[in-house]
Each structure stands twice: as C-alpha cells, then as structure tokens.
C-alpha cells in the first residue's frame, strides 16, 4: 500500500515537472515579444521619440539584421546590444513579423529649418531615393525608417555613419562621401527634411 502512494506522488511530481518545463521553454507570440520593446518604442512600435527610433513598419530583414548586429555587436549602441542578448534569432523573426504588420508612423511636431529641410529634400531625391524610397518609408527598401522617425535618433545616426563606428554598404559609402564633399552640412539637412515628417 505504502508503495502504491510513493509511486502515485512520484508520478504526479514528475508529470508537474514535465508540465512546467513545457511551459518555460515556449516560444512567446510575436506580439508578446513586441510588448517588451513598447517601454522604449511606443505601443505596437510607434515611438514618440525624441531618440527612440519607431519600429512601426519596418520590414522584417532590416529589423533582424539590425537585431543580430546589435546582438553580436557588430552595430554600435547605446543599450540595445545588451537588450538583444537576451533574444533568439526566431524571436527576431517573430518580432520582425509584428512590426513589419504595423503601419509607419511618423512622429510629428518637431522642430525643423524649412530652407534646410527644402534643401535636404532635394539632397535625399539626388542622393538617397534609390534606396530609402518615400522618403525611407518603404518597408520594401529593407534600410529603415528616415521620414518622421525621431529627430536626435536621425542625428546620433548620421554621426556613427560619418565618423565609421556604424558600418555602410559601398554604395552607400560612396554616395555619402561625396555628398558630404559636395555640402559638408548635408547631414543636417536631410535630418531637417527627415524631421519635417513630409515628401
């Protein structure tokens, strides 16, 4: 009798062990995985700003190569290294698969020189609208958010790339140097063109 008891709470403690690692090692829903980035990015991705970059929109390749480039560190950041650690390639995905669903915002009301945006949109027409289309709203361009993301995230972004700590592609490169040649205070305007929020 004794030993039909013993086994009975053997059975039930390891059927409850079972359960619970079962539910430990799930894998979270994409959505469950986008909560965790709304404290910083704003609710389904929609930052506020004024340095946080909205993920609203961006396509699914960019948002998990910038993921892994944080995660591995190949990608200069301030906090998101350490954040990406903690997450798994397929939780990039899912992640990925949630923000790629929401629409772009752009976050409105900051502050911009009109000349200067006037002339950055000229600027980003010559030099950047083969990659960043609509102004770098286009998911399809796999390259991220310009137009109406956060104005000192633009700022800090333009910085990495100018002084090499933020890799580019050659193309990239190549037309960013020369512009830059051509009008040394060509970040600026562009990040005031991006900041207006407008095409």
Do not use: W
């Given at each position: 009798?004794?030993?039909?008891?013993?086994?009975?709470?053997?059975?039930i403690?390891?059927?409850?062990?079972?359960?619970?690692?079962?539910?430990?090692?799930?894998?979270?829903?994409?959505?469950?995985?986008?909560?965790?980035?709304?404290?910083?990015?704003?609710?389904?991705?929609?930052?506020?700003?004024?340095?946080?970059?909205s993920?609203?929109?961006?396509?699914?390749?960019?948002?998990?190569?910038?993921?892994?480039?944080?995660?591995?560190?190949?990608?200069?950041?301030?906090?998101?290294?350490?954040?990406?650690?903690?997450?798994?390639?397929k939780?990039?995905?899912?992640?990925?698969?949630?923000?790629?669903?929401?629409?772009?915002?752009?976050?409105?009301?900051?502050k911009?020189?009109?000349?200067?945006?006037?002339?950055g949109?000229?600027?980003?027409?010559?030099?950047?609208?083969?990659?960043?289309?609509?102004g770098?709203?286009?998911?399809?361009?796999?390259?991220?958010?310009?137009?109406?993301?956060?104005?000192?995230?633009?700022?800090?972004?333009?910085?990495?790339?100018?002084?090499?700590?933020?890799?580019?592609?050659?193309?990239?490169?190549k037309?960013?140097?020369?512009?830059?040649?051509?009008?040394?205070?060509?970040?600026?305007?562009?990040?005031?063109y991006?900041?207006?929020?407008?095409?």
């Open positions: 009798m004794k030993r039909k008891v013993i086994l009975k709470y053997v059975v403690a390891g059927a409850l062990i079972l359960i619970g690692q079962q539910t430990t090692l799930a894998t979270p829903t994409a959505k469950m995985l986008a909560y965790t980035c709304a404290g910083c990015h704003g609710t389904n991705g929609a930052s506020n700003g004024p340095a946080i970059p993920l609203a929109g961006l396509s699914k390749p960019y948002l998990v190569e910038s993921m892994e480039s944080y995660k591995d560190g190949s990608r200069v950041s301030t906090i998101m290294d350490r954040i990406a650690k903690g997450y798994s390639k939780e990039f995905e899912l992640m990925g698969d949630f923000f790629a669903k929401q629409k772009v915002h752009k976050i409105s009301k900051q911009f020189n009109k000349a200067s945006a006037k002339a949109k000229k600027l980003h027409n010559k030099y950047c609208k083969k990659c960043h289309e609509s770098g709203t286009n998911p399809e361009d796999d390259a991220g958010q310009l137009l109406g993301n956060a104005r000192l995230y633009l700022e800090y972004t333009f910085e990495d790339l100018t002084d090499k700590s933020r890799s580019m592609d050659k193309k990239m490169t037309k960013m140097k020369k512009m830059l040649k051509k009008d040394p205070k060509a970040s600026v305007k562009l990040i005031d991006y900041s207006k929020g407008e095409k």
